[in-house]
């Protein structure tokens, strides 16, 4: 009798199942990008499913660092309270972008153009400050964000860092938050990263810069992907590549759309609406074959972080239907065929 009662009282906790980060735990971790409203209504869906955790946009330049000497911790510190509450790890992102940074960085309060001493000595005083501040919750950081070209003659980036400092920008970022925190795994980052032509720009970058002495220890994969492509036997040909140079890699930013816009070139407004049954189908089939690959590269993928909780947060908008989790925070179809 009292054996029939047990289970029953267990029952209810058997039928949830197991949550994504119990799922993956002997491949990698699986993380999630938070904004603050998460942290405060979506605790349980959270502590369930991930255990390792990005903030999608307060540990940014231009949100934690908006001006010279002053600082906005507050959105960073709520996410990373939390995660330091419930023993979850972070991911660090971003330090050095051409989107949401610390612009006035470039500009003297003279009016003058930053020199380059100038704008490293801020550089510097930005990344000591930041990854010195969550050295105890963040493991890995993105130190540098997108600075390859999609196309075009030149490999990287036409970027306001760029034009300045050439490839001193990211030698200096990296050396930098390697002196704030010796024990943090410091990534490269960028979208689009399995397109051959680009996927050989970053090998070619990152295999220079570790040359020389960077001290990179792995590439971010954004994986802002979409029901039409990529094909993921490119994603496996990238990994392999990207392993001969690199420990670690991560998929930083997942979340496959309904719609086909790719990478760089995202346009919301033709958000795919109603989905048929066909895109959702299409969809598990993208995200069943990407999870495949990536658990045959477990060796080096060491976490898999999806950008965005639920459909509501997401960052391509609801009606793309990009993560796991409905507006409403509920698991989807596609939760159970990754979840698997
Ligand atoms: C996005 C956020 O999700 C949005 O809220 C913000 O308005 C723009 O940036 N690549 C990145 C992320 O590295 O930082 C971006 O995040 C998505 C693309």
Request: proline share 4%.
């Given at each position: ?16 199942g197991?949550?994504?980060k ?14 603050t ?11 369930r ?10 540990m ?31 991911r ?11 612009d ?8 003058t ?9 801020r ?32 490999p ?5 860092h760029?034009r ?44 220079q810069?570790?040359e ?19 094909d ?8 392999t ?6 420990p670690?890699?991560h ?19 033709r ?16 995200y ?10 477990r ?11 639920t ?6 908008g ?7 989790f ?5 698991p ?9």
């Amino acid at each position: 009798m009292k054996k029939t009662l047990f289970l029953l009282l267990l029952l209810p906790l058997l039928a949830q199942g197991k949550g994504l980060k119990d799922t993956y735990r002997r491949h990698f971790l699986i993380g999630v990008a938070l904004n603050t409203r998460n942290v405060n209504d979506d605790r349980q869906l959270i502590i369930r499913n991930f255990n390792s955790v990005t903030c999608e946009n307060a540990m940014k330049p231009a949100e934690i660092h908006p001006a010279e000497g002053r600082w906005n911790f507050r959105e960073a510190d709520s996410i990373a309270n939390f995660c330091r509450a419930h023993g979850i790890k972070m991911r660090g992102h971003t330090l050095l972008w051409h989107a949401q940074f610390a612009d006035w960085m470039y500009t003297n309060a003279d009016g003058t153009a930053a020199t380059r001493e100038e704008f490293l000595r801020r550089l510097h005083d930005h990344i000591l400050t930041v990854v010195s501040r969550y050295k105890d919750v963040v493991y890995a950081w993105d130190v540098a964000n997108e600075c390859v070209a999609d196309g075009g003659p030149t490999p990287y980036r036409d970027t306001r860092h760029y034009r300045l400092l050439g490839l001193d920008a990211l030698r200096y970022a990296f050396r930098y938050a390697r002196e704030a925190d010796p024990n943090a795994l410091l990534f490269y980052n960028d979208y689009n990263a399995f397109q051959p032509a680009k996927r050989d720009r970053i090998y070619n970058m990152v295999r220079q810069l570790k040359e020389e002495g960077t001290p990179i220890d792995g590439i971010g994969l954004q994986g802002h992907y979409n029901i039409y492509g990529p094909d993921m036997a490119l994603v496996d040909t990238a990994l392999t590549l990207y392993s001969t140079i690199v420990p670690h890699i991560h998929i930083t930013e997942l979340d496959i759309r309904l719609n086909n816009d790719m990478g760089g070139a995202l346009d919301f407004q033709r958000q795919a609406q109603p989905a048929t049954p066909e895109q959702l189908e299409a969809q598990k089939k993208q995200y069943r074959d990407l999870f495949r690959v990536l658990k045959k590269h477990r060796k080096t993928v060491d976490c898999v972080t999806f950008w965005n909780l639920t459909d509501r947060d997401s960052w391509v908008g609801p009606t793309n239907q990009a993560t796991l989790f409905d507006t409403e925070g509920r698991p989807k179809p596609v939760y159970d065929v990754v979840n698997h």
